[in-house]
């Protein structure tokens, strides 16, 4: 599944990421195959991710959580 | 005595400028990066009785693949090829690097550490926020990280100063070693391909080190030393089809996989504690529904305390200037030197110090917000907004800023990584009602309402100047809306923000902050509105061939004519004169293109030299109704309030006169420094000149709509 599937409240691990580009960011801020994600919360638009890497906060693009894929549980 | 020269690096949101400030206190000062406009600061601090440092803070940084200006520095700074021979050639030279890390976020925070450690820098591991990570209980062997590492590792809290005395003694002996303690402990394994391409670079160019030569593989676009000649070699050695985003992932993979274990190792973390404080604020703050509210409330808040609180210094520097321009005036024999320096000088300086109360106090405001993490907050809830408008979440601190003044707003667009973003974020900023623009509103809005003017509960008055800060903020989000759809760009825009957890501001940081960027406005703003204020005396004071002295003789006559007593004879003469002078000229001159909006000559005056700054609009308009500079609004206004024209004899002030004007001041880009900064930001006039020209062509037709609807 994909990050911008998942649930409020639901953790999952990190796969892969389907544009390298941003991979490459996101792992310069920690975010790296493996990391545990839980989805915190979402603006009212849904376009926006409050999202948790490991514990720590992040905010994500609803695009840019579409291309984070996530470990089935 | 010995001097030395010390990099301070780390991630963003490490609490490296809390350290700094307790390494340095204020002996400090901010310049620019060889070459680039990114503030660097520096500080100067002695170890020893015999060790003098001199620190270098560089911007937050996430590894050694940047993605915007701010974090391009550390890499540009230590690829260069010079960087680890004892002399530099155009660089700095560093003698060591103390490497910042938050122990609460430790192990995201090596990646850039394994990096740099790769350079053979003399370096030292920092494990800053000591003091929360015992509140956390978390706790580091770093004795055991030293010795896995190989190099120092001292434990303090920048917030505390706990351990700063420990991490003072650890730099000078690192310092006086002299050693590079470089090893291998993080050197990255290249593929076969990689290590081919970094040896051929390596030779080529005659560095120390492959992975130097590998940054410059990885970074030979824009690395702004190399020269285009090699970069055409680089660029022929590593050929189009070798991926390098691949191999940057596969590096950053095989860092984490290095370091990872022994984090694990040496951190006792209690993971049990799920929900914090931090999370339970941010379950309000950032609530979809009421974190908006609570944001637009804050930002209530924070213009009421500008306006309530900084109106009593305001008074006062008035004041004070008023007495000084007297003082001179009645010590200095009557010529034109003492014009010049009562007139000039130092209605000038007055001109650029009277708005230090009211930035100071946003700044202390907005950088508690930063400081304290919520800014990150505000850009998660509207980044969406925003990029409908061709901005990014990261503008909303830009804009917030460009209501006290649109400079240093401008300048904190940096830390936008996408150009397009960040170059609308700077073409739109302006629009928003800086502290400028009030002196003027207040002025002009009793023209439109009368004081006592009830629209309900509402005061009318209340009602426009809110009106006109809207005005501002469409016209800012209007704006980036054309401008997105006429730009275009292939660079992708990214959010990927932390989130950091919420912090008590230390008030130092913030005090040091306000300090240095009204001490930036002071600089910037205030060179061109001295040189402008001068330029203005001399049009106002100087007139083509003897027409000055005509005119005062008729004038004299007239008042004679008259009866007039000594002050309205005065007061005469002056504005017999302005009309007579250079500037009287210039605003005969564009009368014909601005009658349409309602404009006379006088009002072409003002427009004129509010071009310079628009603060200026008060004083002009006290020198033009000749009721002596040092006039206080009020005369100002009962003055403009009886003013007729001499044709109609209607009132020149109606209210469609006084809200085209208005609406004049809202739009128009009349700030000469403001200009300065987006030509030095965006490295080029172009933007500059079309941002002045699209903003004077809407504040010409927005003034045109209104005065031929009203009138």
């Given at each position: 599944m994909r990050l911008s599937e998942l649930k409020i409240g639901q953790k999952r691990a990190v796969e892969s990421f389907e544009d390298s580009q941003m991979g490459g960011k996101l792992m310069t801020m920690g975010m790296i195959p493996g990391s545990l994600i839980e989805l915190v919360r979402k603006t009212a638009a849904g376009k926006t991710f409050y999202i948790k890497v490991n514990g720590y906060g992040m905010a994500l693009r609803l695009s840019e959580a579409s291309k984070i894929f996530l470990k089935p549980s | 005595m010995q001097n030395f020269k010390v990099a301070l690096i780390g991630n963003p949101n490490c609490g490296k400028s809390s350290l700094f400030n307790q390494l340095t206190g204020l002996r400090q000062k901010v310049g620019n990066f060889h070459g680039v406009t990114v503030d660097k600061k520096s500080g100067v601090a002695n170890?020893?009785?015999d060790i003098k440092v001199n620190f270098i803070d560089f911007p937050?940084?996430?590894?050694?693949?940047?993605?915007?200006i701010d974090e391009r520095i550390v890499v540009s700074t230590f690829a260069r090829p010079d960087a680890l021979s004892d002399n530099w050639k155009e660089g700095e030279q560093f003698d060591a690097i103390v490497y910042v890390a938050d122990i609460t976020q430790l192990e995201k925070h090596l990646l850039l550490f394994s990096q740099i450690r790769n350079l053979g820098f003399p370096t030292i591991l920092t494990l800053n926020m000591s003091d929360v990570a015992k509140e956390e209980s978390i706790i580091v062997k770093s004795e055991i990280l030293s010795k896995q590492f190989n190099l120092p590792v001292v434990e303090v809290s920048g917030r505390t100063g706990e351990g700063i005395s420990e991490l003072k003694k650890v730099i000078a002996n690192v310092l006086l070693e002299k050693n590079k303690n470089s090893n291998n402990t993080f050197a990255y394994h290249f593929s076969e391909e990689e290590k081919k391409i970094a040896q051929a670079i390596q030779v080529e160019f005659g560095l120390e080190s492959e992975y130097q030569a590998w940054l410059w593989v990885q970074h030979h676009e824009w690395l702004p030393f190399l020269s285009a000649a090699q970069r055409i070699t680089i660029k022929s050695i590593v050929t189009e089809k070798f991926d390098l985003l691949k191999s940057q992932v596969r590096e950053t993979m095989q860092r984490y996989d290095r370091f990872s274990p022994v984090v694990a190792k040496v951190l006792k973390k209690d993971t049990s504690a799920t929900d914090t404080w931090s999370d339970k604020v941010d379950r309000v703050v950032?609530?979809?529904?009421m974190g908006p509210i609570i944001f637009f409330g804050l930002m209530i808040l924070i213009f009421q305390a500008i306006f309530s609180w900084a109106g009593y210094p305001m008074d006062l520097i008035d004041a004070g200037f008023g007495a000084l321009s007297e003082g001179v005036g009645a010590i200095l024999p009557e010529g034109m030197f003492r014009d010049l320096l009562t007139e000039g000088v130092i209605a000038g300086l007055g001109g650029v110090l009277i708005f230090i109360p009211q930035i100071a106090i946003l700044f202390f405001l907005i950088s508690l917000l930063e400081e304290s993490g919520y800014m990150a907050r505000a850009v998660y809830l509207f980044d969406h907004s925003m990029r409908r408008f061709g901005l990014n979440g990261r503008s909303i601190v830009a804009l917030v800023s460009g209501g006290a003044c649109a400079i240093p707003a401008i300048m904190s667009?940096?830390?936008?990584?996408?150009w397009k973003e960040r170059l609308i974020t700077i073409m739109v900023?302006?629009?928003?009602?800086?502290?400028?623009r009030l002196p003027v509103y207040a002025v002009l809005v009793g023209f439109v309402v009368a004081a006592d003017q009830y629209w309900g509960w509402f005061n009318m008055q209340g009602l426009v100047f809110m009106g006109l800060y809207l005005l501002g903020i469409l016209a800012a989000l209007g704006a980036g809306w054309v401008f997105k759809k006429i730009l275009k760009t292939e660079e992708a825009s990214y959010l990927m923000l932390e989130l950091p957890v919420y912090r008590r501001p230390l008030i130092r940081n913030v005090l040091l902050n306000v300090y240095e960027k009204t001490k930036t406005f002071v600089i910037e703003a205030g060179k061109v509105i001295f040189v402008i204020s001068i330029v203005l005396w001399f049009m106002a004071s100087f007139a083509p061939g003897n027409q000055m002295e005509l005119a005062e003789q008729q004038a004299t006559t007239q008042a004679l004519e008259l009866q007039l007593d000594d002050t309205e004879k005065e007061n005469l003469i002056a504005s017999k004169k302005i009309e007579a002078s250079y500037a009287g000229h210039l605003g005969k001159f564009i009368e014909p293109v601005i009658r349409p909006l309602g404009f006379d000559w006088k009002i072409g005056i003002a427009l004129i030299t509010s071009f310079a700054a628009r603060e200026v609009f008060v004083g002009t308009m006290a020198t033009i109704y000749s009721i002596g500079s040092e006039a206080e609004e009020v005369s100002v206004i009962d003055r403009m309030a009886t003013e007729r024209n001499l044709e109609t004899g209607e009132l020149v002030y109606n209210r469609a006169t006084s809200l085209s004007l208005l609406i004049f001041y809202v739009f128009a880009m009349q700030c000469m420094s403001t200009l300065a900064v987006v030509k030095r930001e965006t490295k080029s006039w172009k933007w500059a000149v079309i941002q002045f020209l699209f903003m004077t062509a809407l504040a010409y037709l927005g003034s045109l709509l209104v005065y031929q609807v009203m009138s």
């Open positions: - | 170890l020893t009785k937050g940084t996430y590894s050694f693949y940047p993605t915007s950032t609530h979809s529904v667009t940096r830390t936008i990584s996408n900023t302006p629009l928003i009602s800086c502290s400028a």
